[in-house]
Nanobody, 121 residues
Framework: QVQLVESGGGLVQAGGSLRLSCAAS??????YGWFRQAPGKEREFVAA????????YYADSAKGRFTISRDNAKNTVYLQMNSLKPEDTAVYYC????????????????WGRGTQVTVSS
């Protein structure tokens, strides 16, 4: 049974940092992604990483501030978020899919329940 469990969210001041974790159980997938959804907005792509190589991809809003990484031995994916801004406030979701990287939520097969990130100004 596939399960993705996010952790590490919380309340942080603008300019601060958080590290999100996504612990995966079940068969491994080739691509793990992080998405976020703010109230009243659509779910949007943040970053994705391949399980098998060093390829990773970022939304423009995340480039230079966020870093996605993985630990295959622990079956865990991380999202290090630095220089956080109030507009980063959202529920952050971990997702998994087979195949190639995609920024489209509809192309991910499995999702975690999310972790809340709140950035105060």
């Amino acid at each position: 049974q596939v399960q993705l469990v996010e952790s590490g969210g919380g309340l942080v001041q603008a300019g601060g940092s958080l590290r999100l974790s996504c612990a995966a159980s079940g068969p491994p997938f080739s691509i793990y992604g992080w998405f976020r959804q703010a109230p009243g907005k659509e779910r949007e792509f943040v970053a994705a990483i391949s399980r098998f190589d060093d390829a990773n991809y970022y939304a423009d809003s995340a480039k230079g501030r966020f870093t996605i990484s993985r630990d295959n031995a622990k079956n865990t994916v991380y999202l290090q978020m630095n220089s956080l801004k109030p507009e980063d406030t959202a529920v952050y979701y971990c997702a998994a899919r087979m195949g190639s990287t995609s920024p489209y939520p509809r192309e991910y097969s499995y999702w975690g329940r999310g972790t809340q990130v709140t950035v105060s100004s």
